[in-house]
């Protein structure tokens, strides 16, 4: 039932929150060991940019800075990963979409660490 609720509130959502070349869509998706999130440009059908704990640079699991990923502090790093990612690529503006999550805990996290990077939403 869980998962069909995420599923239900993340279609409602997606009605509405549109990604554009401009703007993109920053999608979170959250499973119990890892984060991941893209921005996506809807318009296009394709993906800008990504970053999860599970990358291979310094920052991710594999590059030993995260330990573990499911939690509040690899959130943040991925957040601030991110927000880095899109300054170098001149986005400053995003439209968040949470994946049909609470916006709480690591989602939560992960949005302020990427505002804090300079993405505005």
Not at 75 to 83: I, P
Not at 105 to 115: E, W
């Amino acid at each position: 039932m869980k998962l069909k609720g995420r599923a239900r509130r993340h279609k409602r959502v997606r009605k509405k929150v549109i990604g554009t070349a401009q703007r993109p869509r920053l999608c979170v998706f959250r499973s119990l060991g890892h984060i991941y999130v893209q921005l996506i440009d809807d318009g296009n059908s394709r993906t800008i940019l990504s970053a999860s704990t599970r990358s291979k640079g310094p920052e991710g699991v594999r590059g030993g800075k995260i330990k573990y990923g499911g939690n509040v502090a690899a959130a943040k790093a991925v957040g601030k990963m991110l927000g880095e990612k899109a300054l170098n690529n001149k986005i400053t503006d995003v439209v968040f979409d949470k994946g049909g999550y609470l916006y709480h805990g690591r989602i939560k996290a992960l949005a302020d660490a990427a505002r804090e990077a300079g993405l505005k939403f």
